[in-house]
């Protein structure tokens, strides 16, 4: 049965930015990725596990991580696919995923920020489903967002910061930004959110004593152009990021921005 959007939560997607929808993935799906997130934590035992980049790449992928099958799966679900299709349209890419677990006790903060400053797509375009495996509370350091921050497609001033325990180096630092405005989405396991690439976005550092997975599968439309050559690859938002041999995946319809699904694959 093909999952569906009311007009009521597509238009709250397109005013607010954001949705979470009341899908849920099955208990049989969460047991695979409990599985799949012990194991992918198990192979990469010198990245923490904040920075797990591309790990639905089964195989060492080119920025340093061991993947796992689960993940790639996971962001093919058509349970997902169908709601990102009614926000994005029928032609869809997958081109990114990265699992985000913050460990009890000294889970890293994730600064408020917006994703397009760091993402070689154009015209700039993505639907970001967020995935929780355990539940994300307020406690452990669960997503935070700024409703409505996507709005006219603005792009904020963004500082580098060098404090220690960040996923990423730079943050929102613009008077007009209203990081006051911020609120919680507290998920349960299997529940998802999905947030437009403009979105004002970031969490709290876990100082609890619960773990906080999530996985966040990045979609674009095939209208877009995924541009290999625009950012070098480095290390510059705090972790490495290899863009030029980043694969993509066609997961629907029709590519329309001569958009490259040969590289980064085994041949």
Request: with cysteine.
């Given at each position: 049965m093909t999952e569906t959007l009311t007009n009521r939560d597509i238009q709250h997607y397109r005013r607010e930015g954001y949705i979470v929808p009341d899908t849920r993935l099955p208990a049989s799906t969460m047991t695979r990725l409990h599985t799949a997130l012990d194991e992918t934590i198990e192979a990469n035992p010198e990245t923490r596990p904040e920075h797990l980049v591309s790990a639905h790449i089964d195989r060492k992928n080119d920025e340093g991580v061991q993947g796992h099958r689960a993940w790639l799966n996971l962001a093919k679900d058509p349970l997902i696919?169908?709601?990102?299709?009614?926000?994005?349209?029928?032609?869809?890419?997958?081109?990114?995923?990265?699992?985000?677990?913050?460990?009890?006790?000294?889970?890293?903060e994730v600064p408020m920020h917006q994703d397009g400053h760091y993402w070689p797509i154009q015209p700039l375009a993505t639907c970001t489903a967020w995935v929780a495996i355990d539940h994300s509370t307020v406690e452990n350091g669960c997503l935070r967002i700024v409703?409505?921050?996507?709005?006219?497609?603005?792009?904020?001033?963004?500082?580098?910061s060098d404090r220690e325990n960040l996923v990423l180096n730079q943050h929102v630092d613009d008077p007009t930004a209203e990081l006051e405005n911020a609120i919680d989405l507290e998920l349960e396991p299997g529940q998802f959110?999905?947030?437009?690439?403009?979105?004002?976005?970031?969490s709290n550092p876990n100082t609890s004593g619960k773990r906080r997975a999530g996985v966040a599968i990045r979609y674009m439309p095939a209208t877009s152009h995924f541009n290999r050559e625009l950012y070098a690859t480095?290390?510059?938002?705090?972790?490495?990021?290899n863009f030029a041999s980043r694969p993509?995946?066609?997961?629907?319809?029709?590519?329309?921005?001569?958009?490259?699904?040969?590289?980064?694959?085994?041949?």
């Open positions: 696919l169908d709601l990102v299709e009614q926000l994005i349209g029928p032609d869809i890419i997958l081109w990114g995923c990265q699992v985000f677990c913050k460990p009890a006790g000294d889970g890293m409703p409505g921050s996507h709005t006219g497609e603005h792009y904020y001033q963004h500082s580098k959110s999905l947030h437009d690439v403009y979105m004002i976005h970031g480095g290390d510059g938002s705090g972790y490495l990021v993509l995946w066609l997961l629907r319809g029709t590519d329309r921005a001569n958009n490259d699904f040969r590289v980064g694959h085994d041949d």
